[in-house]
C-alpha cells in the first residue's frame, strides 16, 4: 500500500514570508470597503463618496467594475480635509 502526503515539506522561512500578510511589494495589506461602507463611516450618502472618488480626492481600487476603498486610503483622505 502507497502512503502519499498531501504537502511536500516547505522552509519554515518562506512560510511565514507568505503568511506574513504583506502585499507584493513589502506593503501591509489593508481591508478594502465598498462605496456603501465608506459612507457609513464618514456619516454621509454613497453618492457624496462617488463625488469624492470623481473628483479625484478618494483614490479607488478598480477591480473589475468594483470599486474599492483601502482603509489607509480613508485615513489619508481624512487628515487632508481636516479643518481646525
Known amino acids: 500500500m502507497i502512503t502519499r502526503t498531501s504537502k511536500l515539506p516547505q522552509d519554515p522561512a518562506s ?5 506574513s500578510g504583506t502585499g ?3 506593503r501591509p495589506v489593508s481591508k478594502l470597503l465598498t462605496i456603501s461602507e465608506v459612507a457609513e463611516v464618514f456619516n454621509v450618502s454613497p ?3 462617488r ?8 483614490p479607488v481600487h478598480r477591480l473589475g467594475r468594483l470599486r474599492r476603498i483601502s482603509s489607509g486610503d480613508m485615513a489619508a483622505f481624512l487628515a487632508a480635509n481636516r479643518s481646525v
Not at 15 to 19: H, K, M
Not at 51 to 58: K, P, T, V
Open 51 to 58: 463625488r469624492f472618488i470623481d473628483s479625484g480626492a478618494l
Open 24 to 26: 507584493a511589494q513589502g
Open 47 to 49: 453618492r457624496t463618496v
Open 15 to 19: 512560510t511565514a514570508s507568505r503568511n
